[in-house]
């Protein structure tokens, strides 16, 4: 019951355009989930992430580890293909992957821009958050996956087209002196 006191307190999501503000923060967000979820589901929110880790890990939330398993494999098609462009060997730990994936993948390398080939694979991935969307919209899946739509929002809105490319520029310089050089922030 208490999903529903919050979820209808909840901004829609859907529909905002690229560049206008989101009508809540990650912020508040978490300070409602705080206030109206139980202590598994809290945890669970926190623990979820645009940045899964390499090695699968329960999250408590099916929705959540679908996307964590999404994300994992979308990560891993594109360093494979990126691989394979450069000539080098990579080891996919035995993963297959779908067409929609090598798809996405193979697109985002044909895009020259690095920004928006970003863009593109984020389009992608709220594509692909859309197909996780709960049927029950007033669920604590609804929660989780409103939480990762927020996030998803939100890093689409902190690229910045000036520091993308320095950083994109440090990188591949490092590649091609052989340096292992990070990006700076």
């Known amino acids: 019951m208490a999903e529903y006191y919050l979820i209808s307190q909840l901004p829609s999501l859907d529909g905002i355009g690229e560049n206008a503000p989101l009508p809540i923060t990650e912020e508040y967000f978490a300070e409602l989930c705080a206030r109206f979820l139980g202590k598994k589901a809290q945890q669970a929110m926190k623990n979820s992430t645009l940045s899964p880790a390499k090695k699968p890990e329960r999250s408590g939330s099916a929705l959540i580890d679908a996307w964590n398993e999404s994300e994992r494999t979308l990560r891993f098609a594109l360093a494979k293909m990126r691989a394979e462009k450069m000539g080098k060997p990579f080891d996919t730990e035995g993963r297959k992957f779908p067409a929609e994936y090598i798809r996405a993948a193979s697109a985002a390398m044909e895009i020259e821009n690095p920004m928006e080939a970003e863009k593109y694979l984020n389009r992608c991935r709220l594509d692909l958050l859309e197909t996780l969307r709960p049927a029950d919209p007033f669920s604590e899946d609804y929660l989780f996956y409103y939480g ?38």
């Open 148 to 185: 990762l739509k927020l996030k998803l929002l939100l890093r689409i809105r902190q690229f910045d087209a000036k520091s993308g490319e320095a950083a994109y520029k440090n990188i591949y310089g490092s590649i091609l002196n052989g340096d292992r050089l990070e990006a700076r922030q």
